[in-house]
Nanobody, 120 residues
Framework: QVQLVESGGGLVQAGGSLRLSCAAS????????MGWYRQAPENQRELLAA???????DYARSVKGRFTISRDNAKNTVYLQMNSLKPEDTAVYYC??????????????WGLGTQVTVSS
């Protein structure tokens, strides 16, 4: 069984910063790509940022230049540094990981989400 646990969400004023963390634990042999998504009320879940095991990153246009994704493979943890936050960034933020089981199967794992609220 695998768990992804997000932390670091909260309430911040517009223009402020937050750093999200997501730690993976459980039975897996390797984590391939990891990513951050968000979902605002009545919106679809959207991909914000992704990072390969080797550190190659990609960003959605809406957050490029403001958000930075990084990871620590030794800690099985991915981070999302969010700067210059705007009220429209308010959403539940989810961590995702492409995992490889000890038996060689791959599957997507999701965290339960952490709320980010940006006040104007």
């Amino acid at each position: 069984q695998v768990q992804l646990v997000e932390s670091g969400g909260g309430l911040v004023q517009a223009g402020g910063s937050l750093r999200l963390s997501c730690a993976a634990s459980g039975s897996f042999s390797r984590i391939n790509a990891m990513g951050w998504y968000r979902q605002a009320p009545e919106n679809q879940r959207e991909l914000l940022a992704a990072i390969t095991r080797g550190g190659t990153t990609d960003y959605a246009r809406s957050v490029k230049g403001r958000f930075t994704i990084s990871r620590d493979n030794a800690k099985n943890t991915v981070y999302l540094q969010m700067n210059s936050l705007k009220p429209e960034d308010t959403a539940v933020y989810y961590c995702n990981a492409d995992l490889v089981t000890p038996w060689g199967r791959t599957y997507d794992a999701w965290g339960l989400g952490t709320q980010v609220t940006v006040s104007s």
